[in-house]
Antibody, heavy 121, light 110 residues
């Protein structure tokens, strides 16, 4: 069945870096645009970044622009999020999600279960 | 881009219908690209409605969406215990802001 599995979360000090991964199975990954969405503790969902199916286009939320980088390796069916200069405000569960439909139409489907990133000294 | 505004909570008895609103600025009304997600805490969110009123395969027809001006709505009819979850709207907001989520609504089945 279709599955997205995030990994790479953990506790990291402010100012340091972390790279998240999202392994996809059960879908033709190279056909999918992909998103990262996060949820801070006790807060709602926040869109973080999107990458086109072939990796040629990338867009970011203002809150992470210049610090985060999204990428995908279609040969490995894996999505990445490189996070630099982390602050406490980046503490959240990070979800990867596929874009179902012709961007920007459609919706975010499927989703992974998320990986927790905690930025703390 | 500010988050879209949703009521913090909505409740209903089994079998009843409830409606969750999602209010934004011009983004909601301009693009008609509003989607809705069901999120049981600790689990993966699930797409329930896309492009205002379209249901993905496998989603119950008890879920329906609509849009009027800058307010989108999700209606759950025949409320069931399994519908108790958090619900988020999301709208495409153009090439500057891309996507904006709503503040989220906790649905309680009494």
């Amino acid at each position: 069945q279709v599955q997205l599995v995030e990994s790479g979360g953990g506790v990291v000090q402010p100012g340091r870096s972390l790279r998240l991964s999202c392994a996809a199975s059960g879908l033709t990954f190279s056909n999918y645009g992909m998103h990262w969405v996060r949820q801070a503790p006790g807060k709602g969902l926040e869109w973080v970044a999107v990458i086109s199916y072939d990796g040629s286009n990338k867009y970011y939320a203002d809150s992470v622009k210049g610090r985060f980088a999204i990428s995908k390796d279609n040969s490995k069916s894996t999505l990445y999020l490189q996070m630099n200069s982390l602050t406490a405000e980046d503490t959240a569960v990070y979800y990867c999600a596929g874009h179902s439909g012709s961007y920007p139409r459609g919706g975010f489907d499927p989703w992974g279960q998320g990986t927790l990133v905690t930025v703390s000294s | 881009q500010s988050a879209l505004t949703q009521p913090a909570s909505v409740s209903g008895s089994p079998g009843q219908s409830i409606t969750i609103s999602c209010t934004g600025t011009s983004d909601v009304g301009s693009y008609n690209l509003v989607s809705w997600y069901q999120h049981h805490p600790g689990k993966a969110p699930k797409l329930m409605i896309y492009e205002v009123n379209k249901r993905p395969s496998g989603v119950s027809n008890r879920f329906s969406g609509s849009n009027s001006g800058n307010t989108a709505s999700l209606t759950i009819s025949g409320l069931q215990a399994e519908d108790e979850a958090d619900y988020y709207c999301c709208s495409y907001a153009g090439s500057n802001s891309f996507y904006v989520f709503g503040t989220g609504t906790k649905v309680t089945v009494l």
